[in-house]
């Protein structure tokens, strides 16, 4: 059975002055899953946290977290949920072990400060002003913040901003190791390959509205794989199998397709049969990246052509048209 924690239908927020920064957004997350929600500078995606983190009450739609509204429940929600900011902001004069402290007094039943930093492998910084901390480090601090209190659900936003490789890597175990436990995770990055890394599923926003959302191999497969290669001096991709739409540039070619394996299999046999040498033979599935940016170009296309001056993309097309089954 099924055990929905977040769910968000027909999301609205519009902001003084008419701007409106998220326009229907609907989705659902379950307990222990981790759903990221990805977008360029400006989609939404703070703007959408917000609103489930109960901080401003939407202007229409409906956001509920463990079935309550979190904006007219904050109390109730609010010690269940752990939210990392973009910018915590804490007193700088004071170390990392006396910010954990001072947050703790704020906090029903808040883990003991030597396990929140050890978790965020802040254990030897314990002693270091947060001013003398590095912006990798500070992020570390958000996080310990955020798991304080034990949370059931985790809102991690852009969490991995500044860490270095290392940081990153162990910020990605520590939230996978939380999922385990059963925490559910919604998260926003820039970092593609974070979401593909930690998500269950994502949501791709652009302009305040989800077009896109399934697991990371759902959203890619809505994407062409490529197929790469040399062909020998002599051999004209004209002669490649005409199932093949092939973009040539002198002796290197690339495919574009929907049905990698048949197609491969036809260039295989082909090479085989003519005794064709292909070099540098890569075939590969779109990546989050190249799904991700595509979508952003298709939809500003789209508004482009239905001329939308104000930047909606109402009734704009082929993106939309792909969203996934799990989108609600
Ligand atoms: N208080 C506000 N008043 C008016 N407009 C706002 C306000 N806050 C955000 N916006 C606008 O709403 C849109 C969405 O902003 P939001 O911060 O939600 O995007 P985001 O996807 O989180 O971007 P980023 O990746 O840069 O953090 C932007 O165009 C932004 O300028």
Redesign the pocket.
């Known amino acids: 059975m099924t055990d929905t924690v977040i769910d968000v239908e027909g999301l609205r927020r519009g902001?003084?002055?008419g701007?409106e920064?998220?326009r229907g957004v609907s989705f659902s997350v379950e307990r222990g899953e981790i759903f990221a929600l990805l977008?360029?500078?400006?989609?939404?995606?703070?703007?959408?946290v917000e609103l489930l983190e109960g901080l401003a009450a939407p202007t229409g739609g409906r956001v509920r977290v463990f079935g309550l509204d979190p904006y007219t429940r904050r109390a109730d929600v609010r010690p269940r949920t752990g939210v990392m900011l973009?910018e915590g902001g804490f007193p700088s004069d004071l170390t990392v072990a006396e910010t954990v402290r001072m947050w703790s007094g704020v906090t029903s039943a808040a883990r003991p400060a030597p396990e929140v930093l050890e978790l965020v492998g802040l254990g030897a910084r314990s002693a270091v002003r947060v001013t003398q901390l590095s912006g990798g480090e500070r992020r570390r601090l958000d996080l310990a913040m955020a798991l304080l209190g034990r949370p059931e659900v985790l809102f991690l936003d852009?969490p991995t901003t500044g860490m270095d490789p290392e940081g990153r890597r162990d910020t990605w175990a520590l939230v996978r190791e939380l999922r385990a436990q059963g925490t559910t995770v919604l998260l926003?990055t820039?970092y593609l390959e974070e979401a593909e890394e930690l998500a269950d599923r994502l949501g791709i926003?652009h302009e305040?509205e989800l077009v896109l959302s399934g697991t990371p191999a759902e959203v890619t497969a809505t994407r062409p794989a490529r197929i790469r290669f040399t062909l020998p001096e002599g051999m004209p991709a004209g002669r490649l199998p005409l199932a093949l739409h092939a973009a040539a540039h002198g002796r290197q070619v690339e495919i574009r397709t929907g049905r990698l394996q048949a197609d491969l299999g036809a260039l295989l046999r082909w090479a085989h049969d003519t005794g064709v040498e292909l070099a540098g033979l890569d075939a590969r599935s779109a990546s989050l990246e190249e799904a991700f940016l595509e979508i952003a170009r298709d939809r500003r296309r789209a508004a482009g052509r239905s001329g939308g001056a104000d930047g909606t993309t109402e009734g704009a097309g082929d993106a939309a048209d792909t969203t996934m089954a799990r989108t609600r």
Request: proline letters at 0%; charged letters at 10%; zero cysteines.
């Open positions: 902001y003084a002055g701007f920064a998220v977008g360029t500078n400006g989609a939404g995606k703070t703007s959408t973009q852009e926003t820039h926003l305040g």
